[in-house]
């Protein structure tokens, strides 16, 4: 009985059954790729849309700059050419400056720059031409100051016969004068006289208004001194005279530093050319040197000589022997650059008896 009643029992298990689910075809072959690919896809179409908006806002010029750099770099670089603009790189080659490319140009720097070389130019020129008209209306102001002054000061205009104001080349030009009966020095002597002194004392002053220098000049008339040839002369009297002058404008108030040249010039510019002998040619000239004046004087080192070997040579009368250039006192005297050659045999100029 027992027997079978296990028998039964063990027939009455339920057996247990597994199932296999097959994969599903479609989502088996693709999985996850599709989502880098559409990225792939919306990165490019943005760049896309990116490069059509950079094209859009890009002038002409800057278009046909990066089109030549495209077409010719890589060529020019390996043949070692020339670059086709003005761009500046490491390699030969590439393309224009694109802030200088014009629509049909290459090559537009040089043209660029020619057009600010001439507006600068201009612009000095304009400068230029302003300072000298400033200067010129300076001195002309300093003109009427000093004419203003000579009319108010009972000194001075006691003497008005005797200081002449104009305007010259080299600037204001202030001429004391001699008179028969009133010489600023006595004959022959470089001590100023008392009343000299009242009029160059104001004058110096005033000086001091306007920024140009001065220059002082002596002038004698054409009475020989006494003492002989070779002795004293007219010429160191002069410089003489323009330097007791000039110390007489600085104890007047005039500062020393405008001082840029006392000159002694004799009777070299006789203020009477007919009458070379009368008193109205002793004089002392006080000249305010305009701009131009003053810029010539530092530019040549205040002096006019010759450097060029070649100038020197033209110049020469007889070639045979080297010339010695020799300045004219009296053509100095005037400004200007005067030369005589003298050889070194004298028989050899014409109309010389050898």
């Known amino acids: 009985m027992s027997e079978k009643g296990s028998k039964s029992g063990d027939d009455s298990v339920t057996p247990i059954i597994v199932k296999r689910k097959g994969k599903g075809g479609h989502a088996g072959h693709h999985g996850g790729a599709w989502k880098i690919a559409y990225a792939d896809f919306v990165t490019a179409m943005m760049a896309f849309f990116l490069l059509m908006w950079l094209l859009g806002s890009t002038t002409k010029g800057d278009l046909n700059g990066i089109a030549e750099y495209f077409n010719t770099p890589l060529s020019t670089a390996l043949t070692g050419g020339s670059r086709s603009g003005s761009a500046t790189s490491v390699l030969e080659g590439g393309a224009l400056a694109l802030q200088n490319s014009k629509p049909g140009e290459a090559n537009s720097g040089a043209g660029a720059k020619s057009s600010r070389d001439q507006v600068s130019i201009l612009t000095n020129s304009a400068k230029r031409n302003a300072q000298l008209a400033d200067d010129a209306k300076r001195l002309t102001e300093l003109k009427s100051k000093l004419e203003s002054l000579i009319e108010q000061n009972p000194k001075l205009n006691a003497f008005k016969s005797q200081i002449k104001l104009d305007i010259t080349s080299e600037g204001l030009r202030?001429?004391?004068?001699?008179?028969?009966?009133?010489?600023m020095f006595n004959s022959g002597s470089s001590v100023l006289e008392p009343y000299t002194k009242d009029?160059?004392?104001?004058?110096?002053?005033?000086l001091n208004d306007?920024?140009?220098?001065?220059?002082?000049?002596?002038?004698?008339?054409?009475?020989?001194?006494?003492?002989?040839?070779?002795?004293?002369?007219?010429?160191?009297?002069?410089?003489?005279?323009?330097?007791?002058?000039?110390?007489?404008?600085?104890?007047?108030?005039?500062?020393?530093?405008?001082?840029l040249?006392?000159?002694?010039?004799?009777?070299?510019?006789?203020?009477?050319?007919?009458?070379?002998?009368?008193?109205?040619?002793?004089?002392?000239?006080?000249?305010v040197l305009n701009k131009q004046t003053e810029e010539a004087f530092f530019r040549d080192g205040g002096r006019?000589?010759?450097?060029?070997?070649?100038?020197?040579?033209?110049?020469?009368?007889?070639?045979?022997?080297?010339?010695?250039?020799?300045?004219?006192?009296?053509?100095?005297?005037?400004?200007?650059?005067?030369?005589?050659?003298?050889?070194?045999?004298?028989?050899?100029?014409?109309?010389v008896a050898k």
């Open 174 to 183: 202030i001429q004391i004068i001699d008179a028969q009966n009133r010489p």
């Open 199 to 206: 009029i160059l004392d104001p004058i110096g002053l005033v």
């Open 210 to 259: 306007v920024p140009n220098h001065v220059s002082i000049a002596g002038h004698t008339d054409s009475q020989a001194y006494s003492g002989g040839q070779g002795a004293y002369s007219n010429w160191e009297l002069s410089a003489e005279r323009a330097n007791a002058a000039r110390r007489e404008l600085v104890t007047g108030g005039m500062e020393d530093k405008k001082v």
């Open 261 to 287: 040249a006392v000159r002694g010039l004799a009777d070299a510019l006789p203020l009477m050319q007919n009458d070379p002998a009368a008193p109205g040619n002793r004089r002392i000239s006080i000249i």
């Open 304 to 351: 006019t000589d010759i450097s060029n070997a070649d100038q020197v040579a033209s110049a020469v009368v007889a070639p045979s022997v080297a010339p010695a250039p020799v300045l004219s006192p009296a053509s100095a005297a005037a400004g200007g650059l005067a030369i005589k050659v003298l050889p070194a045999n004298p028989s050899t100029l014409p109309g």
